[in-house]
C-alpha cells in the first residue's frame, strides 16, 4: 500500500508534464503558424501592386487575415498561461531535469531550427538568384518575401535561442541523468546529420554543376546550359549548401563543447553512433563517385559505346572531392 502511495506522485506528475508541455507545444506552433499567415497576408496587401490584389480579390485577403488573426489571438494566450504555470514548476530541481521537459523543450527547439533553417533557405536561394541574374519580376523574392523571410528568420531563431536558454537554466546541459541525456545526443545526432547531409548534397551538386557546364563547353563549344536551369540549380544548391553548412558547424561546436566540461560524452554510443554515420556519409559519396567513373574509364577503355550522360558523368565528379 505504501509502495503505491509512493509510485502515485509521480504518476501524477508525468500526466501534469505530458498535459502542460503538450499544449504549450501545440498552441505555441500553432501562433507561429498563425502570425506567419498573418503577416504573409499583412504584407501581401501592403506591398504588391493593386493591379495584382484584384486577382487574388479583396475579399480572399480579408478572410486570411480574420482567420489567422482569430487563432493568434486563440493560441497565444493559451500557450503563456501554459507556459508561465510550466516555468514557476521548473524551478523545482527535479521538474527541471524530467526527461518529459527535456523532450517537450527539444521537440519544440527542433521545429524552431527547421521553420528557421527553411526560411534562410528560401531568403538565400532568391538572392542568389538575383545575384546571378533572375529579372526581379521574376524573383520568388518579389514583393513580398524579401521582407517577410527575414523577419520569420528573426522569430524563429529568437524563439530557439530563448528554448536553448531554457536548457541551459536548468542546470544540467551536458551531465543530464538518463533517459534526458539520451533525448540531448539523439537531438544533436539529428541535427549533424541533416546539416552534414544538406552541406554534402548542396556542395556536390553545385560543382556537378559547373562541371557540367564546362564539359558541355568542352564537348560542344556553342552548347550550354538552359539560362533557367543554371539560375535555379545554382541557387537551389548554394542555399542547402549554406543551411547545412550552418546547422552541422553550430551543432559540433556545441557538441565540442559539452565535451570540453564533461569528457566522458565523447565516450557514449550516439556520439559514436555520430560520429561513424557522418563518416559513412561521407565515404558513400565518394564511392559511388568513383565507381561511376570507373565504370565509365572501363567502358571508354572496351570502347564500348554506352558511356554516360554528360549530366550524369558531372554529377560523379562532383562528388568524388566530398
Known amino acids: 500500500m505504501a509502495a503505491t502511495q509512493d509510485r502515485s506522485p509521480d504518476r501524477l506528475a508525468i500526466i501534469r508534464r505530458l498535459y502542460f508541455y503538450f499544449i504549450a507545444a501545440v498552441s505555441l506552433m500553432v501562433g507561429l503558424s498563425a502570425l506567419s499567415g498573418l503577416l504573409a497576408a499583412l504584407l501581401d496587401v501592403w506591398l504588391r501592386p493593386s493591379g495584382m490584389l484584384?486577382?487574388?480579390?479583396?475579399g480572399f485577403v480579408r478572410d486570411a487575415i480574420a482567420r489567422q488573426g482569430g487563432l493568434l489571438l486563440v493560441s497565444t494566450p493559451i500557450f503563456l498561461i501554459h507556459w508561465r504555470y510550466i516555468r514557476r514548476l521548473a524551478r523545482q530541481t527535479e521538474e527541471?531535469?524530467?526527461?518529459?521537459?527535456?523532450?517537450?523543450l527539444y521537440v519544440i527547439l527542433g521545429l524552431n531550427l527547421a521553420a528557421a533553417a527553411e526560411s534562410l533557405h528560401r531568403l538565400v536561394a532568391g538572392a542568389v538568384a538575383l545575384i546571378v541574374g533572375t529579372p526581379l519580376h521574376e524573383s520568388t523574392l518579389w514583393p513580398v518575401d524579401w521582407l517577410l523571410l527575414p523577419l520569420l528568420l528573426l522569430l524563429y531563431l529568437a524563439l530557439a535561442r530563448y528554448f536553448l536558454g531554457q536548457l541551459a537554466g536548468d542546470g544540467d546541459l551536458g551531465a543530464e541523468w538518463g533517459w534526458a541525456g539520451t533525448l540531448r545526443r539523439l537531438f544533436q545526432t539529428i541535427v549533424g546529420l541533416v546539416g552534414l547531409s544538406l552541406l554534402l548534397t548542396g556542395a556536390s551538386g553545385l560543382l556537378a554543376l559547373f562541371l557540367r557546364l564546362g564539359l558541355e563547353r568542352l564537348a560542344e563549344p556553342g552548347l550550354s546550359i538552359g539560362q533557367e536551369l543554371w539560375r535555379t540549380g545554382i541557387s537551389e544548391r548554394t542555399a542547402t549548401m549554406l543551411v547545412g553548412a550552418l546547422l552541422w558547424r553550430l551543432n559540433w561546436r556545441s557538441w565540442e563543447g559539452l565535451l570540453q566540461g564533461a569528457p566522458e560524452e565523447g565516450r557514449t554510443a550516439l556520439r559514436r553512433l555520430y560520429l561513424y554515420a557522418a563518416t559513412v556519409i561521407s565515404a558513400a559519396l565518394a564511392l559511388v563517385a568513383g565507381a561511376s567513373l570507373l565504370r565509365e574509364g572501363l567502358l571508354f577503355l572496351l570502347d564500348v559505346n554506352e558511356m554516360a550522360s554528360l549530366p550524369?558523368?558531372?554529377?560523379?565528379?562532383g562528388m568524388l572531392p566530398l
Open 54 to 58: 484584384v486577382v487574388n480579390s479583396t
Open 96 to 104: 527541471a531535469r524530467a526527461g518529459l521537459r527535456k523532450l517537450a
Open 312 to 317: 550524369e558523368l558531372s554529377g560523379s565528379l
